[in-house]
C-alpha cells in the first residue's frame, strides 16, 4: 500500500480505538479504577476516601440515570444536576409534580429529595429507595457535586 493509502487506514482507524478505548474505560470503571483522576489530584487523601464512598453509592443511580453525562434514561440525566432548575431537561418526559416544581438542585434540596423521594416532590416518578442515612447522602452529594457541577452539564459546550 502507498503512503495516501496506509495515511486513510490510519484515520479511518482512529474512531475504532476511541470506541475500544471507551470500552476499556467502562471495564476499568467496573473493577474500580476510572477516569477522575484529575479531581482526585486535587483532593485531600480524607476527601478522596469520601469521593470514592460518593461514587460507590452512586453506582445505585446509574441503573437509571447518566450520572455525570446528557444521555436519557429511564431518568433524567445528572451531568450538571449541580445549580440546574427542576424538570428542565427539555427532552425528558418529566411527571407533572417534577414540571411543575421551580426549585433549583444543589446539596440541601437534593439531601432532602434523597432522603425521601415520593414525599417531598408528591407525584414523582422516580421510585427509587430513600437514602435513609445522612453520611451516605452526604458522600453522595460530594461526589456528585465533584463530578456533576454545572460546567458538565447538558448544556455545556464540552461533547
Ligand atoms: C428506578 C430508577 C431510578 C433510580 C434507581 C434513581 N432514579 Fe432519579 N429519577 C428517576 C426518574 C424516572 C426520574 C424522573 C421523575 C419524574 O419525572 O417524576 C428521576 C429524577 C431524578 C432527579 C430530578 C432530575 C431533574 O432533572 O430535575 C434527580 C436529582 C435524581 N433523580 C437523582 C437520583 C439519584 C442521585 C439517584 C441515586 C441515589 C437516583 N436518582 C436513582 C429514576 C430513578
Known sequence: MDKSEADKVRTEGVPVWRSLG?????????LGCDSY???RATLSPSDEARFSRGQREATACWSCHDVTGSALKVGPPLGGIMGRQVGVVPAFPYSDALRASNWVWNEETLD????????????????SAPLLDSRRRGDLLFFLSRVSGEENGPNSAQP
Not at 112 to 127: E, H, K, T, V, W
Open 112 to 127: 432532602l429529595f434523597l432522603s425521601a423521594p415520593q414525599s417531598l416532590l408528591p407525584g414523582n416518578r422516580m421510585l
Open 37 to 39: 483522576s484529575d479531581i
Open 22 to 30: 471507551a470500552a476499556l474505560c467502562l471495564a476499568g470503571f467496573l
